[in-house]
Antibody, heavy 123, light 112 residues
Framework: EVQLVESGGVVVQPGGSLRLSCGASGFTFDDYTMHWVRQAPGKGLEWVSLISWDGGSTYYADSVKGRFTISRDNSKNSLYLQMNSLRTEDTALYYC????????????????WGQGTLVTVSS | QSALTQPASVSGSPGQSITISCTGTSSDVGGYNYVSWYQQHPGIAPKLMIYDVSNRPSGVSNRFSGSKSGNTASLTISGLQAEDEADYYCSSYTSSSTQYVVFGGGTKLTVL
C-alpha cells in the first residue's frame, strides 16, 4: 500500500524559514517524480513544485520560485521542501504527491497524496 | 487567479448527469493530452479520477468520464449519487513559463 506522510508544518513568522518532509513507502520511490501541492484555507489547489526521480530536474510555481527549494533523498525514501522568506500568503496545507508515470518527468497526473501538513505564516 | 477556468459550482439531482468544464489555452489544455481531474471531499486529500484527458485509474467508477475539445476539457458524471458531492479540480501540464502543472480553481458539486 502506497503511503505518503508529511511533517514539519508549524507556525512561523513572516520572513522565516521552514523545511517540510514527506516519507514514502509502498512503491519504488526512486522510480517516480514527486510533487508538492498546497491548499490555502478554504481555497483551491495550487501546484508548488516537482522533482524528477533522480533529482536532476526541478520545476517551481512562479509564486515560490527563488524562495522554495525541492529536494529528495532516495536512500531514505524522502521528499523535502525548503521554504525561505515565507509570506502570509504561503499559509496553507502542503500535500506531498506521487506522479503516476515512470520514464518521463511528469504527465501532470498525481495518483497518491498524503494527508498534508499545515504551515501557518503569521506574526 | 487560477490558470485554468472552472465554474464555481454545479448541481444536479440523483440519477442525473452533470458536466464540469475546464478552460485553458493552447499552452496547456489545448496543446497536450495531459489533463487530469481530482475529487476532494471536505478534510480529505484529493483523489485522482481521470488522467490523460479520458482515462480512469483502477477503482474509479465508470460513471466518471473525461473529454476535451480545443482548449476546454470536461468531466462528466452520470447517474449522480449523493457521495459524488465534493469539490472537483482539473489540472494540466503547461509549457508556459517554468511551471509544469497548473490547476483550475475548483468546482463545488452539489447533489440536490
Amino acid at each position: 500500500e502506497v503511503q505518503l506522510v508529511e511533517s514539519g508544518g508549524v507556525v512561523v513568522q513572516p520572513g522565516g524559514s521552514l523545511r517540510l518532509s514527506c516519507g514514502a513507502s509502498g512503491f519504488t520511490f526512486d522510480d517516480y517524480t514527486m510533487h508538492w501541492v498546497r491548499q490555502a484555507p478554504g481555497k483551491g489547489l495550487e501546484w508548488v513544485s516537482l522533482i524528477s526521480w533522480d533529482g536532476g530536474s526541478t520545476y517551481y510555481a512562479d509564486s515560490v520560485k527563488g524562495r522554495f527549494t525541492i529536494s529528495r533523498d532516495n536512500s531514505k525514501n524522502s521528499l523535502y521542501l525548503q521554504m525561505n522568506s515565507l509570506r502570509t500568503e504561503d499559509t496553507a496545507l502542503y500535500y506531498c504527491a506521487k506522479d503516476m508515470v515512470r520514464g518521463v518527468i511528469s504527465t501532470a497526473s498525481l495518483d497518491y497524496w498524503g494527508q498534508g501538513t499545515l504551515v501557518t505564516v503569521s506574526s | 487567479q487560477s490558470a485554468l477556468t472552472q465554474p464555481a459550482s454545479v448541481s444536479g439531482s440523483p440519477g442525473q448527469s452533470i458536466t464540469i468544464s475546464c478552460t485553458g489555452t493552447s499552452s496547456d489544455v489545448g496543446g497536450y493530452n495531459y489533463v487530469s481531474w481530482y475529487q476532494q471531499h471536505p478534510g480529505i486529500a484529493p483523489k485522482l479520477m481521470i488522467y490523460d484527458v479520458s482515462n480512469r485509474p483502477s477503482g474509479v467508477s465508470n460513471r466518471f468520464s473525461g473529454s476535451k475539445s480545443g482548449n476546454t476539457a470536461s468531466l462528466t458524471i452520470s447517474g449522480l449519487q449523493a457521495e459524488d458531492e465534493a469539490d472537483y479540480y482539473c489540472s494540466s501540464y503547461t509549457s508556459s513559463s517554468t511551471q509544469y502543472v497548473v490547476f483550475g480553481g475548483g468546482t463545488k458539486l452539489t447533489v440536490l
